[in-house]
């Protein structure tokens, strides 16, 4: 195959995969700590409102214990930074030890890593493999009319992935607890990129669900526009083509594409070692 074929054949997959690796680090950003653990880092807007809360212990910007944070968000939010979520995120350290919690809406802001789930709605019938898209709402703050996975979400503060899995799929799309709880983990994508926003290091645990052919989801919190039922062929060709996906998303179907021998097994190394943040 010429280099010429072999580039058109991987560069609009491995274009999502770059677009969700674009952060530079440090770059301006400066680091930030609780104790003597480097937790997030800050842009120049959040360094200039960390000095005026002097927040600042030794040389270096940081908080002196895990209990600290959220009141450190909260102020954050009340000097306009970000909007408040009303909905608390573990803060962990380099070992995943949970040190405190944040309001949601600073975990950009101060560059904070944070974790979701993404579930593969898949359906096997006669004909095929299928997926459950969802559409987001024109009401969501981000990414609002973009497609997404059935089940998505970020994981609450004192959650676990698969806790976070069976809450998600009853409130997003009325899965039954115990239709959910069948959902297999089959992976963990991580990624870093500038969003207006902030900066996103997310770590996504991605799972894969069976459904019946009969199932139907219902979203049930208003997050979801509407649900369609898509052949594994008609999704690949939209991360192929388009931008139609909420941006983390591509990554965790490209994955399901690969897990589904949809890629030759050349372009599918390539894409394999570019997901995993290796060079391609």
Not at 11 to 27: D, E, K, T, W
Not at 35 to 54: F, N, R, Y
Request: proline share 5%.
């Amino acid at each position: 195959m010429s280099n010429k074929s072999f580039s058109r054949t991987l560069q609009p997959f491995l274009r999502h995969i770059a677009a969700c690796n674009s952060a530079v680090l440090p770059g301006s950003r400066t680091p930030f700590f609780c104790a003597d653990s480097q937790i997030g880092w800050a842009s120049p807007s959040t360094v200039q409102a960390l000095e005026t809360l002097g927040v600042r212990t030794g040389g270096k910007f940081s908080v002196g214990a895990g209990a600290d944070l959220f009141p450190l968000s909260h102020t954050l939010c009340e000097m306009g930074l970000y909007a408040s979520h009303h909905e608390a995120f573990d803060v962990r350290d380099d070992s995943g030890t949970v040190l405190g919690q944040v309001d949601r809406g600073a975990i950009p802001v101060l560059g904070l890593a944070a974790e979701g789930v993404h579930l593969n709605g898949l359906v096997e019938r006669a004909d095929g493999l299928f997926l459950w898209v969802a559409r987001r709402s024109m009401s969501k703050r981000l990414d609002p009319g973009k497609l997404d996975h059935l089940v998505a979400g970020g994981m609450s503060a004192g959650l676990d992935p698969q806790t976070t899995v069976i809450k998600e799929a009853q409130e997003e799309a009325g899965i039954p607890a115990e239709l959910a709880a069948k959902a297999q983990a089959v992976g963990r994508i991580h990624y870093a990129l500038e969003r207006p926003e902030g900066l996103r290091r997310d770590v996504l645990h991605c799972y894969d669900l069976l459904l019946p052919e009969g199932f139907v989801p219902v979203a049930e919190d208003g997050e979801v526009e509407s649900f369609h039922l898509l052949s594994i062929q008609e999704v690949m060709a939209l991360v192929r083509d388009t931008d139609d996906f909420k941006f983390n998303v591509n990554l965790v179907l490209i994955d399901l594409f690969l897990r589904r021998g949809l890629f030759d097994p050349a372009d599918a190394a390539i894409l394999r070692r570019a997901l995993s943040g290796q060079a391609a």
